[in-house]
Nanobody, 115 residues
Framework: QVQLVESGGGLVQPGESLRLSCAAS????????MNWYRRAPGKERELVAS???????NYADSVKGRFTISRDNAANTVFLQMDSLKPEDTAVYFC?????????WGQGTQVTVSS
């Protein structure tokens, strides 16, 4: 069973930064793509950023220019660098690994942006 463990969440003020990490229990090249999703209170789950096996990235319009997804293949870890955070970025952030019809999820990490 694939395990994904997120870390790096916390409470920050607007304009500050956080870096989330997602450590996978196996080689991330095994997956078509690695993704970060988030779910804010009362809202649907939203795809925030993705990176495919070729390194191509994609972002939600709401985070373009502020968030950066990257990966360390040797460490089987995916990162989400979040800059210029806004209160509307407050959510539980989930790491996802996608392979064909299968999806694997981490337990989530809380990000709260508040003054």
């Amino acid at each position: 069973q694939v395990q994904l463990v997120e870390s790096g969440g916390g409470l920050v003020q607007p304009g500050e930064s956080l870096r989330l990490s997602c450590a996978a229990s196996e080689n991330i090249f095994n997956f078509n793509d690695m993704n970060w999703y988030r779910r804010a209170p009362g809202k649907e789950r939203e795809l925030v950023a993705s990176i495919n096996v070729g390194g191509r990235t994609n972002y939600a319009d709401s985070v373009k220019g502020r968030f950066t997804i990257s990966r360390d293949n040797a460490a089987n870890t995916v990162f989400l660098q979040m800059d210029s955070l806004k209160p509307e970025d407050t959510a539980v952030y989930f790491c996802n690994a996608h392979l064909l019809s299968r999806n694997y999820w981490g337990q989530g990490t809380q990000v709260t942006v508040s003054s």
